[in-house]
């Protein structure tokens, strides 16, 4: 029943981006994000696209995998589009009733929808090209200097790896939970909402105890092992950047640069040639 | 009331790139009555397959009927179906959650809307029939023993009254004396109650004392559904798929190797304790007759 979540999911390929240091991934993921924000106008959208197509391709992992990322938050993205096609003040291009669209609403909801939806298919290509652990480690490098002014980053680094890597757990074992209760005619659906409520008690007291049960048990396992955080601990698979990452580096930096210049410089270059002609 | 599984099978992920085969054409008749072993090595189906039984999955293709009714035709009351078909899942006791053991036990007869009495009366007698005693009724189940939260897990599906119990590994995880009681305890059920029962094991020394069919399960279809001696015949085969005939099986088979006349049918030990003892007893006979 859970088990079609694909948010946060790895997909297993052969590629460059695969391949990349995950700080790379990282850095370049939140710069994207930022970059959605910073750009103006149709031509910057249009290099983010052209971004995007390009890591994607790279990337190896089919389109509809990302798409898939994408179905979690079609209703976010629908209430987005539908409040600031409607209630933004401006020039009015359609009257239905009571409810107006005006030209600056469109305008929005168009550059709303965009950017939401680039920045989840641009953050779910990072979850899909990177292991939760080769993230928390990137994040952990990159938060080291943090070290010093008494901030547990290794310790914080840990807690993320160890809850990503139960999500999946947890949610099997809802599953069974879930269905162990419905062989004994539980009822989950109907009724009213303090009765459902009420009906989620026999799935979550179970459920609770069960994550209750692997905490202490993976921190036994840990104690047995001699496991004290991060002072001098060293890593399987240190991250050392290679030639690839700096060019990966070159290649959003130029990104960056495009982008930004397209926004500023297209609408006057336009302007000027319609002035031309 | 019996049920009959035609060509069921079932995909897991279908349509997309990890899709995996589970079921293969499975097809089945369960009659009334019968105390069956599923057997199966881990991934052989066998979870998913006693899933279908009550419904909680449903057949990506084929049909399932209980009783005579398609279980996945509109209006089929699946509440009355998961009553009658009684599931006990791979350990169970994580599935308890009241604050003790005789509400819990009420949990499932509550839910088909039966008056307090009743309920409470079909959770005293179910918790009878797991044997436990009196005294920890009113226990919160998380301070009893691994054992014991597991005959309460199983009275919590007895108290339906089902007419088919499924009881996926029942004795997973637990000790060898705790594994003899709990089979024998399911066993004494079958008897007084005379349900339906289905064990599902991986191991054949389980299931041998008790069953009286053994459906072996292979990569999603079934490779053998016979009475025990006949599917151990196949011991061989039974090695390739990962799984054994029972150890006894395998000393009666040495024997008759090295030229003692011993039948190899036996599948419990007290059988081959028998067979062992007449062959003597055939022996000091032609003894006395020479």
């Known amino acids: ?277 | 009331m019996p049920i009959i599984l035609d060509k069921v099978s079932h995909v897991y992920g279908q349509d997309t790139a990890m899709a995996v085969t589970a079921l293969k054409n499975v097809s089945l008749v369960i009659p009334d009555g019968q105390f069956i072993g599923l057997i199966g090595h881990t991934g052989s189906g066998k979870s998913t397959l006693v899933q279908h039984l009550n419904g909680l999955m449903k057949a990506t293709s084929g049909s399932i009927y209980f009783n005579g009714e398609d279980i996945d035709a509109e209006g089929f009351d699946k509440k009355m179906l998961r009553s009658k078909v009684g599931l006990v899942f791979q350990y169970p006791e994580h599935q308890l959650f009241e604050t003790d053991v005789f509400a819990d036990v009420c949990f499932g007869p509550k839910n088909l809307g039966l008056s307090k009495k009743e309920v409470e009366l079909r959770a005293y007698e179910a918790l009878k029939l797991v044997g436990l005693e009196d005294a920890y009724f009113y226990q919160s189940p998380f301070d009893l023993s691994g054992g014991q939260k597991r005959r309460v897990a199983i009275a919590g599906v007895l108290a339906m009254k089902p007419e088919v119990l499924v009881l996926d590994e029942p004795t997973a995880g637990l000790d060898p004396k705790g594994r003899d009681e709990i089979l024998d305890q399911i066993s004494r059920l079958k008897k007084e109650t005379g349900m339906t029962v289905i064990l599902v094991s991986h191991s054949m020394d389980d299931v041998a004392k008790y069953v009286e069919r053994i459906i072996v399960m292979n990569k999603g279809s079934v490779m053998y559904d016979d009475a025990p001696r006949e599917v151990f015949r196949h011991y061989q085969e039974l090695e390739q798929i990962g799984l054994a005939a029972p150890q006894v099986t395998y000393i009666m088979k040495d024997l008759q190797d090295h030229g003692y006349d011993v039948s190899d049918e036996a599948t419990t030990i007290e059988k081959a304790k028998e067979e062992i003892k007449s062959w003597f007893a055939r022996l000091s006979a032609v003894g006395k007759g020479r």
């Open chain 1, 1 to 277: 029943m859970l088990r079609d979540i694909t948010l946060g999911q790895y997909y297993q390929a052969d590629s460059v981006i695969h391949k990349l240091d995950p700080r790379v991934k990282l850095g370049t993921t939140i710069i994207f994000i930022i970059s959605l924000f910073v750009f103006q106008g149709a031509w910057g959208y249009a290099v983010a696209a052209l971004f995007l197509a390009l890591v994607i391709k790279l990337s190896k992992v089919p389109f509809q995998f990302m798409v898939k990322g994408m179905k979690a938050i079609v209703f976010l993205l629908l209430i987005t589009v539908i409040f600031n096609l409607f209630l933004t003040p401006g020039e009015p291009l359609v009257t239905v009733w009571k409810l107006t669209i005006t030209k600056e609403g469109l305008r929005m909801a168009v550059f709303l929808s965009i950017r939401l939806g680039f920045l989840i298919i641009g953050s779910s290509v990072m979850t899909l090209t990177t292991t939760p652990n080769q993230l928390t480690d990137g994040l952990e490098k990159m938060l080291k200097p943090l070290n010093k002014i008494k901030v547990p980053v290794h310790e914080i680094a840990m807690m993320m790896s160890i809850a990503l890597r139960f999500i999946p757990i947890l949610m099997e074992e809802t599953d069974k939970i879930m269905k162990a209760q419905l062989a004994r005619c539980a009822d989950f659906e109907s009724g009213n909402l303090i009765k459902k409520a009420k009906s989620l008690v026999p799935l979550l007291v179970p459920l609770f105890i069960s994550a209750f049960r692997r905490a202490n048990d993976l921190a036994m396992a840990m104690e047995a092992r001699c496991y004290r955080g991060g002072d001098n601990r060293t890593k399987m698979k240190p991250l050392h950047y290679e030639k690839r990452d700096y060019i990966a580096y070159a290649i959003v930096a130029c990104y960056v640069i495009l982008g930004i210049a397209a926004g500023k410089l297209m609408p006057l270059l336009v302007s000027g040639i319609i002035q031309l002609v």
